[in-house]
């Protein structure tokens, strides 16, 4: 039965990769937000037109220590990481606790497929933000 559910799994994680509302190929330097193409510069962090996002955020942790992340890095829980649905890997962004003004700069390794959330912190990083307990936040993202 759990073989039967990780292979269900793996079918609907590849399907919804391919699907064209959320691939985007490797590299990509664009994302809709807002119904607007927002250009980001690849992996160097700097100089980019992107300025700020808003939303919800979550965190992982000790189910995923040690797994490859989309970027081909292995995870660490306690490294200050996090995964996005478009920023490019090796993008360094500030996460910023909205009412509190607490904030942590992250590593963009993994991708995050979800209409819900903006970012999925390491709990490294969460831990620093104060939201382990309630688990989801509402934060802002900016570039570092």
Known sequence: MRRYLQMAWIAV????????AVAQPRGATTSPVAGKAVPVK????????????????S???PAHQG???ASGTRF?????TAAHPWLPF????????VGSGRSV????TDRLYSHRRIVDLSLGAARQLGIVR??????????A
Do not use: C, D, F
Not at 13 to 20: C, F, G, I, T, V
Not at 42 to 57: C, I, L, P, R
């Open 134 to 143: 309630q688990g989801l936040a509402e934060v802002s993202l900016t570039p």
């Open 90 to 97: 090796g993008t360094l962004v500030r996460v910023t606790l």
């Open 13 to 20: 994680a590849a399907a919804l990769a391919w699907h064209p």
């Open 59 to 61: 965190y992982y942790g």
């Open 76 to 80: 660490n829980e306690w490294a200050l």
């Open 42 to 57: 690849a992996s160097s962090g700097k100089s980019t037109n992107w300025v700020e996002e808003k939303g919800t955020a």
């Open 105 to 108: 700069v992250v590593m963009i």
């Open 67 to 69: 797994r490859r992340t």
